[in-house]
Nanobody, 120 residues
């Protein structure tokens, strides 16, 4: 059983920073691509940032230059450093990972989400 657990969300003032973490646990061989998505109230879920197993990254235009995705393979953890936060970044942030499991399958997993609120 593979689980993804996000942490690090909270309330922050505009211009502030937060770092989200996504930790994978369970039995698996490797974590392939990992992505952060977000869903604001009344809006569709959107891709924020993604990172491949080799470390290549891509970002939504709305967060380029402000957010940084990184991974620490030894800890099976992916981070999203969010700087210069804006009220429009307010959303539930979800981690999504493609994992090569011990059953020899490449499956997608989602975390439960963590709330980020940017407000003064």
């Amino acid at each position: 059983q593979v689980q993804l657990v996000e942490s690090g969300g909270g309330l922050v003032q505009p211009g502030g920073s937060l770092r989200l973490s996504c930790a994978a646990s369970g039995s698996f061989f490797s974590i392939r691509a990992v992505a952060w998505h977000r869903q604001a109230l009344g809006k569709e879920r959107e891709l924020v940032a993604a990172i491949t197993e080799g470390g290549s990254t891509n970002y939504a235009d709305s967060v380029k230059g402000r957010f940084t995705i990184s991974r620490e393979n030894a800890k099976n953890t992916v981070y999203l450093q969010m700087n210069s936060l804006k009220p429009e970044d307010t959303a539930v942030y979800y981690c999504n990972a493609r994992i090569f499991t011990v059953t020899m399958r490449l499956d997608d997993y989602w975390g439960q989400g963590t709330q980020v609120t940017v407000s003064s």
